[in-house]
């Protein structure tokens, strides 16, 4: 089972720069995907950036693409995101999850039911 712990939001002006964390333990971190969703009030949550940490590769949103990095470091078992250029539209509660690589056969930007998640982290941009 793997725990994952979120950290770094906050309230940031537009145009400003958050980087959050998201720490796992528990679990081997050597072959997972780590996807980051948001959840604007009354929106569904959206997946938005996915990063294997094996390979490292990392997909995003057209939404986000250009603004937001992600990043690793294996030895801390924790990725981070860094988001640039943050605009209101993307005041939301952030989460990541984590899910085997072997089990992520379609969009990483969809749920899978074996998904671990952290309890989410505030962030509020505004205008």
């Known amino acids: 089972e793997v725990h994952l712990v979120e950290s770094g939001g906050g309230w940031v002006q537009t145009g400003g720069t958050l980087t959050l964390s998201c720490a796992a333990s528990?679990?081997?971190?050597?072959?997972?995907?780590i996807v980051w969703f948001r959840q604007a009030p009354g929106k569904e949550r959206e997946g938005f950036s996915c990063?294997?940490?094996?390979?490292?590769?990392?997909i995003y949103r057209d939404s986000v693409n250009g603004r937001f990095t992600l990043s690793t470091d294996n030895a801390r078992s924790t990725v981070y995101l860094q988001m640039k250029n943050l605009k209101p539209e993307d005041t939301a509660v952030y989460f990541c999850?984590?899910?085997?690589?072997?089990?992520?056969?379609?969009?990483?930007?969809?749920?899978?039911?074996?998904?671990?998640w952290g309890q989410g982290v505030q962030v509020t941009v505004s205008s």
């Open positions: 999850s984590a899910r085997p690589q072997r089990v992520n056969t379609g969009s990483c930007f969809t749920p899978t039911p074996v998904d671990y």
């Open positions: 528990g679990s081997s971190f050597d072959d997972y995907v």
């Open positions: 990063l294997g940490t094996r390979d490292g590769w990392k």
